[in-house]
């Protein structure tokens, strides 16, 4: 890993991107051909991959096409949001550097399950389907609970949360709904375990994803097919089902 931008976003223990642990974490990777990620042809989708032109990969900053490129390798296919965000490479630098920050520090007390939900549930407020089915995916994966996602998405307060969770959830909600954030809900979150820096981190992913939610509304980012399936049958099984 040469560019400085994988230094910056590959961190020992961490991703940029919870796919380039794919391999480990849901078996079987998907084939994609590195060839026409960056290709501005739809392929075989139904639709283009968003609203704006994507470069051609000699068009784009070398950084940038090392990190594309590893992350497809290692995952099997490339989350549409780098091809997107690609379009002005100095945001995307940006935009990556800012997500791991926030999804891939080490320190605090929410596991990567509690900031996939997090980003799910609010993402649902946001009404953007890119991030609800990919966080959804990521949720499945590191939770080992395949349907709790569906829930929050049909119905947060009647999805099977815990006490920790639905606390978590509603700190997160009221910041994406820009709800007057008194010293109630910091006290709710004390309740059960958390502290103000643990609200900081609930609150920075809820005030991300919001800005992500909007930047795939309107450049019309579309989920991978590949997300809608991820987590949701057993590895052992679908090892079996593989010819």
């Known amino acids: ?10 961190p020992r223990r961490a991703s940029p991107w919870p796919l380039l642990l794919s391999g ?5 990777a998907q084939t994609a051909a590195i060839s026409h990620a960056y290709s501005t042809q739809a392929g075989s989708t139904r639709r283009p991959t968003g609203r704006y ?4 990969q000699k068009d784009l900053p070398y950084d940038i096409v090392e990190l594309m490129e590893e992350v497809e390798m290692k995952s099997g296919f490339l989350p549409n949001v780098f091809s997107v965000m690609s379009h002005r490479p100095a945001e995307f630098r940006a935009f990556f550097a800012y997500y ?8 605090g007390r929410l596991s990567k399950a509690d900031k996939e939900l997090i980003v799910v549930a609010t993402s649902v407020v946001n009404r953007c389907p890119y991030c609800v089915i990919a966080h959804g995916a990521l949720h499945r994966i590191y939770s080992k609970k395949p349907a709790l ?8 307060k009647l999805a099977d949360l815990s006490d920790r969770e ?4 509603e700190f997160a909600l009221a910041v994406s709904h820009s709800d007057n954030i008194t010293e109630e809900h910091f006290q709710k979150l004390e309740a059960q375990g958390f502290d103000r820096e643990d609200a900081w981190d609930i609150g920075m992913i809820a005030s991300f994803f919001a800005m992500s939610n909007r930047i795939a509304h ?3 980012l579309r989920p991978n097919e590949e997300f809608y399936t991820m987590g949701r049958i057993p590895r ?3 090892k079996a089902e593989t010819p």
Do not use: C, H, Y
């Open 1 to 10: 890993m040469k560019g400085p931008l994988l230094r910056l976003l590959l």
């Open 24 to 28: 480990s974490l849901w078996g079987r």
């Open 53 to 56: 032109p994507i470069p051609n």
């Open 100 to 107: 791991n920050a926030i999804m891939n520090k080490e320190r």
């Open 149 to 156: 996602a569906d829930q929050v998405v049909v119905n947060w």
């Open 166 to 169: 639905q606390a978590m959830l």
């Open 218 to 220: 309107f450049t019309d």
């Open 236 to 238: 052992d099984k679908e």
